[in-house]
Each structure stands twice: as structure tokens, then as C-alpha cells.
């Protein structure tokens, strides 16, 4: 499966009735780590319910390019996504090992008992606590679940709102290791998050949205964004 590596948003509205959530906007995503910034209802969550293909746009289009140059949609563009929302996404009834064995059905994954175990492994989830029925998680617990059925798939694109949420510190840095394995491996990443101080270093490319409207963006390398300029940038165009 050839992987996505250019994500290309060209005029992309939507409305929600009378409320605006985006209002054309054009943005180009590649590998790497696209941090999403902007204040409460400034319309990151519906541009990553966009770009996930979940939300649908009132008006412009999300192209999806491969490696190759080849466009992906559909089902087969599906497989390339992982995606972290707001609300975790896992059955609470079910264990952590029995969440992962059901996405990995669906998703067709091969080997699902040790990818599983690695992933969990990866995130934190210990022995004991991965046999629990997840609705018995903690809020950090869930984002660490959640983010493993993100992983499960080995996707080229991953998006994810807010995924400090809940976490400890241990939990942030296993977080922040994943984000560098996944930069390191060639993927793209867009992460919606107010936690400036944990993605700083990662980030190489930093959008800010304000009123659904584009209102800032720059490109660097890995590591010459700092998190105080990262306050003042988020500050200067959400006020």
C-alpha cells in the first residue's frame, strides 16, 4: 500500500446552519508535523473532521496524493488514516487487547495478537490493566487506548485533537516518543492541541486558525520551533 504523503485543501468551507466553522480555506499538508493551533471554536476540530473524511464540506475539496503521485479515495484513502478525536472512540464494555482485535478486523491487520500487545506496550497500557473492560479507564488510560487503535493500522496520515488530554507525565513523553518514531518513519501528522510546550520541538510546520479562517502559517525544521515562540504566535493571531 503505496502511503500518503501530501494532503492539498483548496477552498474548504463549512456550515454548520447559520454558524461558519470554516471559511475557505487552502492549505498544503506533507510529511511531518503540522501542529494545528487557535482558539475554542476556531474550527480545527472541523477541519480535522474534514480532512479525516468524516465531516463532509459544505464547499472546496481535500485531495489526497501518494508517494507515486496517484490520487487515493474511498475505502482504500480510509486505510491510510488513523485518527484520535476528542472522544476516544472504544467500546467500554470490551478489554483493551479485545478493543484492538475488533479494529483489526476491520481493518484486515495481520499478526493482530502481537501488534496489539506491542502497541499497548508502546502506549503504557500494563498487563493487568489492558484485560480491563475499558469503561472502567481512567481519562489518561482512554487516550492511550485510543491512541493505540490510531496506530493499529500503521497509517500515513495520523490526526489527532488534543491527544495530551488526560495523560500524566510518563504518558506525555510516551506520547511525544511516538509523535518522533512517527516523524522519523515519513508520516504526516496533524495535531490539534493547546499543549504548546509538548509539541514544540516536533513541529515543522504550525497553522493557526481563527473564525475558520487561515490566519497564520510557517515552515521550519524539526526543533527551531520553541515553545514561549509558540505562546506568542498562538496569542498574537487568537486574540
Not at 130 to 135: F, K, L, N, V, W
Given at each position: 500500500m503505496t502511503a500518503v504523503d501530501t494532503i492539498e485543501i483548496s477552498g474548504v468551507s463549512k456550515r454548520y446552519g447559520r454558524h461558519r466553522a470554516l471559511a475557505s480555506v487552502d492549505l498544503s499538508l506533507s510529511t511531518g508535523l503540522c501542529a494545528l493551533l487557535g482558539p475554542n471554536g476556531a474550527g480545527k476540530s472541523t477541519m480535522l473532521g474534514i480532512?479525516?473524511?468524516?465531516?463532509?464540506?459544505?464547499?472546496?475539496?481535500?485531495?489526497?496524493?501518494?508517494?507515486?503521485?496517484?490520487?487515493?479515495?474511498?475505502?482504500?484513502?480510509?486505510?491510510?488514516?488513523?485518527?484520535l478525536a476528542h472522544e476516544p472512540m472504544v467500546y467500554g464494555q470490551l478489554s483493551a487487547e479485545e478493543n484492538l482485535r475488533f479494529w483489526a478486523e476491520l481493518y484486515q491487520v495481520p499478526d493482530t495478537e502481537r501488534r496489539a500487545s506491542d502497541l499497548l506496550d508502546r502506549v503504557g497500557l500494563d498487563g493487568k490493566a489492558?484485560?480491563?473492560?475499558?469503561?472502567t479507564y481512567s481519562r489518561g488510560m482512554l487516550q492511550r487506548l485510543a491512541l493505540a487503535r490510531a496506530l493499529l493500522h500503521e497509517p500515513s496520515v495520523l490526526l489527532l485533537d488534543e491527544p495530551f488530554s488526560g495523560l500524566d507525565r510518563k504518558g506525555t513523553a510516551a506520547l511525544q516518543e511516538t509523535l518522533s518514531v512517527a516523524r522519523g518513519d515519513g508520516r504526516l501528522l496533524l495535531v490539534v492541541t493547546h499543549d504548546l510546550e509538548a509539541i514544540a520541538e516536533h513541529t515543522d510546520h504550525l497553522v493557526v486558525l481563527r473564525r475558520g479562517k487561515l490566519a497564520h502559517e510557517d515552515r521550519r525544521a524539526a526543533g527551531e520551533f520553541d515553545y514561549r515562540e509558540l505562546q506568542d504566535i498562538y496569542h498574537r493571531y487568537s486574540d
Open positions: 480532512i479525516s473524511t468524516l465531516v463532509r464540506p459544505s464547499a472546496g475539496k481535500v485531495v489526497y496524493r501518494r508517494t507515486d503521485g496517484s490520487e487515493a479515495a474511498g475505502a482504500a484513502l480510509r486505510q491510510h488514516i488513523g485518527v489492558r484485560q480491563r473492560p475499558a469503561s
